[in-house]
Antibody
Framework: EVQLVESGGGLVKPGGSLRLSCAASGFTFSTYSMNWIRQAPGKGLEWVSSISSSYNYIYYADSVKGRFTISRDNAKNSVYLQMNSLRAEDTAVYYC?????????????????WGKGTTVTVSS | SSELTQDPAVSVALGQTVRITCQGDSLRRYYASWYQQKPGQAPILVIYGKNNRPSGIPDRFSGSSSGNTASLTITGAQAEDEADYYC???????????FGGGTKLTVL
């Protein structure tokens, strides 16, 4: 079964750090780009970061750039999100998702597998 | 602010057809994908590419695109289709992922 399982969420004080993990199974992890997406309470989906299959393309949303670091270990079938200098507005459920891309007259990108999410709460 | 714009809420009578739209300049270069999210659950992919449904998604869900607007159509809406729907694509640079603000669908 194709599966993503996030872990590492919790309660942290403003200015603190947290490392999220996402363990993949049931597919060839090393051939897929991976993304982190978050959802603040009562709000919509917000893309956080992405990393290509071979680590060479990494992108961040402006809201987290300089504070968050995405990484992956293809040998461990895992992707990570190191979150530093956390703020109250980083409080959210964090999802990891597998990305597929291709061409069908124009480019397409989509996320076909999502984890159940891990909750991060930043509060004093 | 999102580079993809969706109506915040749409309603449809049971069994009728509803269209949910997503607008953005980047949709001229990239297809939108669509996700359904029910309360307390992770999003699930319902439409991707030109008009493709993942396995297990009912054929009452379809997608289309014209210019800078992508649409998700539900033909014969069911009570279980009541959910939030998000469109997703890339920004103009192609490097960043963007989501629409989401549309809350109510089935009356």
């Amino acid at each position: 079964e194709v599966q993503l399982v996030e872990s590492g969420g919790g309660l942290v004080k403003p200015g603190g750090s947290l490392r999220l993990s996402c363990a993949a199974s049931g597919f060839t992890f090393s051939t897929y780009s991976m993304n982190w997406i978050r959802q603040a309470p009562g709000k919509g989906l917000e893309w956080v970061s992405s990393i290509s299959s071979s680590y060479n393309y990494i992108y961040y949303a402006d809201s987290v750039k300089g504070r968050f670091t995405i990484s992956r270990d293809n040998a461990k079938n895992s992707v990570y999100l190191q979150m530093n200098s956390l703020r109250a507005e980083d409080t959210a459920v964090y999802y990891c998702a597998r990305e597929v891309s291709g061409w069908e007259l124009i480019y397409y990108y989509y996320m076909d597998v999502w984890g159940k999410g891990t909750t991060v709460t930043v509060s004093s | 602010s999102s580079e993809l714009t969706q109506d915040p809420a749409v309603s449809v009578a049971l069994g009728q057809t509803v269209r949910i739209t997503c607008q953005g300049d980047s949709l001229r270069r990239y297809y939108a994908s669509w996700y359904q999210q029910k309360p307390g659950q992770a999003p699930i992919l319902v439409i991707y590419g030109k008009n493709n449904r993942p396995s297990g998604i009912p054929d009452r869900f379809s997608g289309s695109s014209s210019g800078n607007t992508a649409s998700l159509t539900i033909t014969g809406a069911q009570a279980e289709d009541e959910a939030d729907y998000y469109c997703n694509s890339r920004d103009s640079s192609g490097n960043h992922v963007v989501f629409g603000g989401g549309t809350k669908l109510t089935v009356l």
